[in-house]
């Protein structure tokens, strides 16, 4: 198992990557922790439409 790198600032993130693999590199050996608080949450102007929708369990509780 890799050692995460504890990052310190929003500027040692990449602000690109030359493949999902590489980013997904990244993010998996990096902890954001310490800087999460200072992150913005992201807006979108357009409502973000679901690709995938999780099936409905059998055991779903139904009411009425």
Do not use: C, Q
Not at 31 to 56: A, G, Q
């Amino acid at each position: 198992m890799k050692k995460m790198k504890i990052l310190k600032s929003k500027d040692e993130i990449p602000k690109r990557f030359n493949s999902v693999e590489e980013e997904a590199e990244f993010y998996d050996t990096h902890d954001l922790s310490e800087i999460m608080t200072n992150l913005k949450p992201l807006k979108f102007e357009k409502p973000v439409k679901r690709k995938y929708f999780r099936p409905k369990s059998e055991h779903t509780h139904k009411t009425g």
